[in-house]
């Protein structure tokens, strides 16, 4: 088994780390393998990522167009935290999956509300769902997933200039760091370019609570999945 997958705050990480740990399967970050071209081929492969604004984050997108993907069994786990509407329905339009999921999470997306205050308390519930999760993929369970246009990813509300950072930045470097699209330069005076994917990695995990979107986010509660270190995430993320 094949998982490919995609974190900004750990999430996901922590969800395709676990179906590996359960399963035997091999880990792949998308960012480190989303130059190559190439033909995945295993008796099963899967996809975990985080949706953002019912879509998917634009690389994995770009990841699953650009490659070619053979197995006899195709799995997705959709993370989210509020609101899903058919959010399968974009990954279902790209591979023929055999079984597509929802995984509720913590939270991260602090642009709308802060992360929870005890993350434990929910990550309790995604741990619990995630083991039927595991147990129906290990079943090779299937369902049906009704394929659908792509949304129009989040990406298009933040432009060049989206984010913003105060004068409380040390000049740590963790935000280049976790950054999934090496999207952030420090030596630059356009500190953020053009290839954001909006994954919230970098807001939630600079130490001072530097960078915002908007200013209200400042106020709120940052969020890192507990049982995920920054390293961890800059591991998965390094190109
Ligand atoms: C830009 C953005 C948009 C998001 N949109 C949605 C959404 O439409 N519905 C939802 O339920 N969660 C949404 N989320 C929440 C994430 O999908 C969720 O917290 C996920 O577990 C984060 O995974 P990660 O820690 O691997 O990055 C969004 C998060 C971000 C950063
Ligand atoms: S993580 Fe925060 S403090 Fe560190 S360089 Fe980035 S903006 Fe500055
Ligand atoms: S700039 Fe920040 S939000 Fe955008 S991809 Fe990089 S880490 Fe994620």
Redesign the pocket.
Known sequence: MTIFY????????FTARRIADATGARLVSIPQVIRTKETYTDDCIGFV??????GLPKMVRAFIEGNTFKADYFFAVD??????IN?LGEIAGLVPLDYGVYLK?????I?LFGAPKDPAKPLAKTKKRLEIIIKDIIGQKRNRVKSRKAPGN?TKYFGKSGFNVTSACTQCGVCAKVCPAENIRLDSAERFGTECE????CINACPPHAIFSKKAELNRRQ?K?PLITVNEIIEANKK
């Open positions: 995609f974190t900004g705050t750990g999430n996901s990480l990522y985080p949706q953002y604004a019912n993370l989210w935290s509020f609101i899903h959010a999470t913590p939270n991260n997306f642009y989040a909006l994954c919230y990695g969020y999945n």
